[in-house]
């Protein structure tokens, strides 16, 4: 069974850092693109970042670029968004997804995780 | 950037109705968009991509039209597991969804 499951996520100030990470089972993880979606309460789905099955190219959202990094292990089959300089706004559940192929860019996404929660509050 | 809108926000229903969920993308798309379905509290789940392909083991009562600009979502036969939120997701420039479309009980 394809799956998913990420972790990592909890209450943190602004300002602050946190990693998550993401596990993937079921599946070659080394010959799909990922990504990360995020879903903050009551509001509707932002994509966040997509890195490439080989971690050459990676993506972001205008409103994280320069503050958050994606990255990968295939040995691990994991993946990984390491977020610095938090923001109330970033408050959200971050979800994985797995895309359709291993380059070019965001295709459409399946699976996806259960979610992580991230709190961003003083 | 490429924004996505949906139309309407909400959407009163009975089950055994026909639904249609409109998603309009501020630049041509071609057909490079999928629809997800989200039910409270759960990760979401693919029905269409390529704007008209049915994933794999999705109802038939689901189907996918449009290309450019102009996309739908079409219920045929509203079921009770069908009262959920729906996003359409053009990737044909990085990512974006739309901001959704929720289907309540009339």
């Known amino acids: 069974e394809v799956q998913l499951v990420e972790s990592g996520g909890g209450l943190v100030q602004p300002g602050g850092s946190l990693r998550l990470s993401c596990a993937a089972s079921g599946f070659t993880f080394s010959y799909y693109s990922m990504n990360w979606v995020r879903q903050a309460p009551g509001r509707g789905l932002e994509w966040v970042s997509y890195i490439s099955s080989s971690s050459r190219t990676t993506f972001y959202a205008d409103s994280v670029k320069g503050r958050f990094t994606i990255s990968r292990d295939n040995a691990k089959n994991s993946l990984y968004l390491q977020m610095n300089s938090l923001k109330d706004e970033d408050t959200a559940v971050y979800y994985c997804?797995?895309?359709?192929?291993?380059?070019?860019?965001?295709?459409?996404?399946?699976?996806w995780g259960r979610g992580t929660q991230v709190t961003v509050s003083s | 950037d490429i924004q996505m809108t949906q139309s309407p926000s909400t959407l009163s229903a009975s089950v055994g109705d026909r639904v249609t969920i409109t998603c309009r993308a501020s630049q041509s798309i071609s057909t490079w968009l999928a629809w997800y379905q989200q039910r409270p509290g759960k990760a979401p789940k693919l029905l269409i991509y390529?704007?008209?392909s049915l994933e794999s083991g999705v109802p038939s009562r689901f189907s996918g039209s449009g290309s450019g600009t102009e996309f739908t979502l079409t219920i045929s036969s509203l079921q009770p597991d069908d009262f959920a939120t729906y996003y359409c997701?053009?990737?044909?420039?990085?990512?974006?969804f739309g901001q959704g479309t929720k289907v309540e009980i009339k």
């Open positions: 997701q053009q990737y044909k420039s990085y990512s974006a």
């Open positions: 997804a797995r895309d359709t192929f291993a380059g070019s860019g965001p295709n459409w996404f399946d699976p």
């Open positions: 390529k704007a008209s």
